[in-house]
């Protein structure tokens, strides 16, 4: 069978994909990839899913459309970046034990995770598939690994073998790492909320206090016994009766229109704004509708709960941040504490996402942000170990717009610019920032002059000002 065949409308993959069981076994997946100590390692080093969660998890779904697609053009673009990408994943744990995101092995364990997730999915909800279905996921797995340049027998050939090695991977490989318990225990309990609920405070601490606890038991619960029993995760009474119920519920799904649980129109609402589009889309009075009765809502929780009260900035204001909440809000991008080359390449990795680079340009936007890390440490690392804390940062009270933050906005202007013209039109600019345009622009033709955005750039990046395009873009969660 040609890998070709292997993907598309036809896959089991995208039946997966838009079941609503799948959010319960990607997170699953997740863990045990955290559990490995190499990519635990890497996590814990430049990833961005404690600061930014909903942001990785729609660049992971996004990423996963192209590469389970039907264009294979579009998939060996995907596989390039991905490439390019897991190439400057590299460094050492706390224990000085090397990792490398380009591990062939690591790279056949994030892909095992996958497959094995989504068969426990289906067995735990009471639908466990059948072997020719399980081949043909297993197949089609081993196809993404291939695509991307990786050698698929680093997974084994048969299904009967992938089992062998899954045992010998949880019982032999697996750990307690830090990146796991922060997923497990810290994740859920401060997990800021998706852009559609951003400003509704009161709301989502309910909607968090609620659930947050619920979705940690019951992905420890569905995790390999042995691996359990091994790190010392807790067993809580009634968590594996409570795990089968949410997995049958939500089984239950399957029932519903084919157009209600599309993934891809989902997570596209958590990112919905109420900024009406140049086409008008209808979307917007919608989305200005339920915003208002979600802050009704918000308003009778302050009434009947304990949070504590949440200020919401007024509408239209642009307010200055402190220097500390500018560091967690916008710099420290990993969300460990600290400002170090991690924060700006993941930066420079969303912008480069955002706009769908190639090269050079995405390396042109890596070497302006890497330029600016350069000079950042010169001017606030005072105790020389190689990062700067907010304390540092504070304590300098910095002007950033020195010459190479000024050339991080030239040349994030030059590759949002695609068609070179010397100005980012409407088109140019949803590609960033995934809106209409928020600046108040004259006339049909609204454009955006090079020196306006590298104003509104340094602006926003050397003055701590709030922006309504910038912060959902560099300080959205």
Known sequence: MEIGSLFGADSQFHRFFNDPRWALAMLRATVLEAAHPQIGAALLDNSTFVAHPWRRLRNTLVSLQRMFGT??????????RLNRLHARLSGADVQNRPYD??????????????????????????QPLD?????????EFRAFLAALGSDAGHLPPTVPEFWVYYDRMVEEELENTEAL???LYRLFDHLPAPPLLDGLPTVWAA?????????GTITVASLPEPFRRRAGLPEVPGAQTLMQSIYLTAGLARFLPDNWLKTESLTNLLYLTPDPSPDGDSHAATLTALRGRMKRAGALFRLVTPFPAQREPADGTT???????FFTAVLDQTGDGYLDWPDLAAMARELASRLDLDEPEETKLYNAYAAWWRELQAALDIDGDGRVSKDE????????AGPALIRVAEVLFDVT??????FIDAEEYRALFRTAFRRTLPGAEARYSRSEFVQDFLSFMSGRRSSTAFDPLLAGA
């Open 393 to 400: 940062y504070a304590a300098a009270v910095p002007s950033l």
């Open 417 to 422: 610019d695609a068609d070179g013209n010397d």
């Open 207 to 215: 909607s968090r206090a609620l659930a947050g606890p619920v979705i």
């Open 71 to 80: 264009d294979d053009a579009v998939r060996e673009r995907e596989a390039a």
């Open 101 to 126: 995101a380009m591990d062939p092995e690591v790279r056949a364990w994030v892909v095992a995770t996958l497959f094995e997730s989504s068969v426990t999915m289906c067995r735990l909800s009471g």
């Open 181 to 183: 318990r922060i997923i």
């Open 131 to 139: 072997q020719d279905t399980m081949e043909q996921l297993y197949a």
């Open 319 to 325: 307010p200055l941040r402190s220097a500390g909440d």
